[in-house]
Nanobody, 121 residues
Framework: QVQVVESGGGLVQPGDSLRLSCVVSGNIDTISYMAWFRRQDPGKERDLVADLRSSTGATSYADAVQGRFTISNAENTVYLQMNSLKPEDTAVYYC???????????????WGPGTQVTVGS
């Protein structure tokens, strides 16, 4: 089994910074892909914020966060550094990891439970 747990959310003011962390643990052979999504409204789909391909280190960002957010990783942890936060960044942020596990064929996507980020009073 694989566990994904996010942390680092909170209430901040516009212009502030936050760093989210996501730890992937359990039965892991390789992590090929790590990403941050967010859901800004409960009835909406999760939107991709940033992702990272482990084999190449290539990253990509949604237009809305380009230049303000940075995704990075160290071992089995992925970070999202969020600078110059805006009220419209308010959302539940979710981490996704695509993992190959020992003794299992193929790869599976795993999600964390999410962490709330609120920007504004």
């Amino acid at each position: 089994q694989v566990q994904v747990v996010e942390s680092g959310g909170g209430l901040v003011q516009p212009g502030d910074s936050l760093r989210l962390s996501c730890v992937v643990s359990g039965n892991i052979d390789t992590i090929s892909y790590m990403a941050w999504f967010r859901r800004q409204d409960p009835g909406k789909e999760r939107d991709l914020v940033a992702d990272l391909r482990s084999s190449t280190g290539a990253t990509s960002y949604a237009d809305a966060v380009q230049g303000r957010f940075t995704i990075s990783n160290a071992e089995n942890t992925v970070y999202l550094q969020m600078n110059s936060l805006k009220p419209e960044d308010t959302a539940v942020y979710y981490c996704q990891a695509i993992v190959s596990s020992h003794g299992m064929r193929g790869r599976n996507a795993y999600w964390g439970p999410g962490t709330q980020v609120t920007v504004g009073s």
